[in-house]
């Protein structure tokens, strides 16, 4: 039984580590710290106009915070060339391309901030109820955040301020905050995970019984 009690622990201490990973920045915002936030994300090297009206939008949604985990709902539409404003990046290459690497440059400071997509889609066809014409989404991606606090923390980081203006060259966005509502994940792994819990049941009851 010594393997498998040391198994075990290490297996608990690997969750308990995954756990404090997932659940990291919870509490509520402080007004210091939404101020200091807000602060930098003011600065960033994005369209003035585009960045003050973010601001305006955002300091509200900050000072309500629940301290509870946050999805952003994405709905990206890809400009047909690319776009330019005062310190923007130049990029030789399609506005899908440069939004790719926007997301490549980000990947790790979001992951090791317990920040991903919980889905990402693509349209198959035009919008079926057709409430804005001149509309079309290329990409709609729902985003986990432990926190508000980490939405914040991460859009003032650094590495933020040095790829966020390949995406904003590339796509005009719609970002909706959402709360943690029903996830319903696929039925074929309630369907798998029910029948090895009945298999593993009838082969202990068998043991008991026939031992």
């Given at each position: 039984?010594?393997?498998?009690?040391?198994?075990?622990?290490?297996?608990?201490?690997?969750?308990?580590?995954?756990?404090?990973?997932?659940?990291?920045?919870?509490?509520?915002?402080?007004?210091?710290?939404?101020?200091?936030?807000?602060?930098?994300?003011?600065?960033?090297?994005?369209?003035?106009?585009?960045?003050?009206?973010?601001?305006?939008?955002?300091?509200?949604w900050a000072e309500a915070d629940d301290g509870k985990?946050?999805?952003?709902?994405?709905?990206?539409?890809?400009?047909?060339?690319?776009?330019?404003?005062?310190?923007?990046?130049?990029?030789?290459?399609?506005?899908e391309q440069a939004n790719a690497h926007y997301e490549?440059?980000?990947?790790?400071?979001?992951?090791?901030?317990?920040?991903?997509?919980?889905?990402?889609?693509?349209?198959?066809?035009?919008?079926?109820?057709?409430?804005?014409?001149?509309?079309?989404?290329?990409?709609?991606?729902?985003?986990r955040y432990p926190s508000r606090r980490t939405f914040?923390?991460?859009?003032?980081?650094?590495?933020?301020?040095?790829?966020?203006?390949?995406?904003?060259?590339?796509?005009?966005?719609?970002?909706?905050?959402?709360?943690?509502?029903?996830?319903?994940?696929?039925?074929?792994?309630?369907?798998?995970?029910?029948?090895?819990?009945?298999?593993?049941?009838?082969?202990?009851?068998?043991?008991?019984?026939?031992?």
């Amino acid at each position: 039984m010594g393997f498998e009690l040391i198994l075990a622990a290490a297996l608990v201490i690997l969750y308990v580590g995954f756990c404090a990973w997932h659940s990291q920045g919870k509490g509520k915002l402080t007004q210091a710290e939404i101020d200091r936030y807000l602060a930098m994300i003011e600065k960033l090297p994005l369209p003035q106009e585009g960045v003050q009206a973010f601001i305006a939008r955002l300091r509200p949604w900050a000072e309500a915070d629940d301290g509870k985990p946050v999805y952003m709902f994405n709905l990206i539409h890809f400009f047909s060339r690319m776009q330019t404003f005062p310190g923007a990046p130049e990029f030789k290459g399609t506005p899908e391309q440069a939004n790719a690497h926007y997301e490549k440059g980000l990947l790790w400071l979001w992951l090791s901030h317990a920040s991903y997509p919980t889905f990402i889609g693509a349209p198959q066809a035009t919008n079926l109820i057709n409430m804005q014409p001149e509309r079309t989404w290329g990409n709609m991606t729902v985003v986990r955040y432990p926190s508000r606090r980490t939405f914040l923390k991460l859009i003032s980081h650094p590495t933020y301020a040095r790829v966020s203006g390949y995406k904003f060259i590339a796509v005009e966005l719609d970002l909706v905050p959402v709360s943690r509502g029903t996830i319903i994940p696929d039925l074929r792994w309630f369907a798998g995970g029910g029948l090895v819990i009945i298999f593993l049941l009838v082969g202990w009851l068998r043991a008991a019984l026939l031992g």
